[in-house]
T-cell receptor, first 113, second 115 residues
Framework: SQTIHQWPATLVQPVGSPLSLECTVEGTSNPNLYWYRQAAGRGLQLLFYSVGIGQISSEVPQNLSASRPQDRQFILSSKKLLLSDSGFYLC????????????FGSGTRLTVV | AQKITQTQPGMFVQEKEAVTLDCTYDTSDPSYGLFWYKQPSSGEMIFLIYQGSYDQQNATEGRYSLNFQKARKSANLVISASQLGDSAMYFCAMREKGGSYIPTFGRGTSLIVHP
């Protein structure tokens, strides 16, 4: 079966520290992968998406970056966190077939202090 | 302009009653898909239902149905026989063929089911 793993679940980081969030997908190959951020009480904002290894598209210019070193691995990074980076980060992949929904990981709640 | 509009920030419903959550969308792409997701307090996003722009019938999944009115660009979610566990945030989303199938989400509606 197809599953998506995201970690860590919770993270408290000081301003200026680096960040690395990891997302992996099992049971599928060459998935379309997405990173979303959800601010408190808000909708989902698309940060990055990837259609293949090494292929990253950025939707929102900021101090975050993403990488896809392997087919089923998607990493969100920052060299220096800002207070405004706090939020709930969700990784997602698009299922195969037109009618398949997007499956989300369990999310990472990031608090920058 | 917002592609997905959810005008109800919060909704309340009595247990066992039906509730409709509104969603309107904006697109000029003839090929698109509409989704509804549920987000309980734990944060996970749970896929509920999908409607394709060419689908002739309204989608249904158990207690969930999607009232698709294409001319009005409306895709309301109907939850029948509400349960306490339905209390959550609900997000409407759309993906367009011309938009590389990347889903765009609305701001969500908070649903609270009262016993």
């Amino acid at each position: 079966s197809q599953t998506i793993h995201q970690w860590p679940a919770t993270l408290v980081q000081p301003v200026g520290s680096p960040l690395s969030l990891e997302c992996t997908v099992e049971g599928t190959s060459n998935p379309n992968l997405y990173w979303y951020r959800q601010a408190a009480g808000r909708g989902l904002q698309l940060l990055f998406y990837s259609v293949g290894i090494g292929q990253i598209s950025s939707e929102v210019p900021q101090n975050l970056s993403a990488s896809r070193p392997q087919d089923r691995q998607f990493i969100l990074s920052s060299k220096k966190l800002l207070l405004s980076d706090s939020g709930f980060y969700l990784c997602a992949w698009r299922g195969t077939g037109l009618h398949y929904g997007y499956t989300f990981g369990s999310g990472t709640r990031l608090t920058v202090v | 302009a917002q592609k997905i509009t959810q005008t109800q920030p919060g909704m309340f419903v009595q247990e066992k009653e039906a509730v409709t959550l509104d969603c309107t969308y904006d697109t000029s792409d003839p090929s698109y898909g509409l989704f509804w997701y549920k987000q309980p307090s734990s944060g996970e996003m749970i896929f509920l239902i999908y409607q394709g722009s060419y689908d002739q019938q309204n989608a249904t999944e158990g207690r969930y149905s999607l009232n698709f009115q294409k001319a009005r660009k409306s895709a309301n979610l109907v939850i029948s026989a509400s349960q306490l566990g339905d209390s959550a945030m609900y997000f409407c989303a759309m993906r367009e063929k011309g938009g590389s199938y990347i889903p765009t989400f609305g701001r969500g509606t908070s649903l609270i089911v009262h016993p």
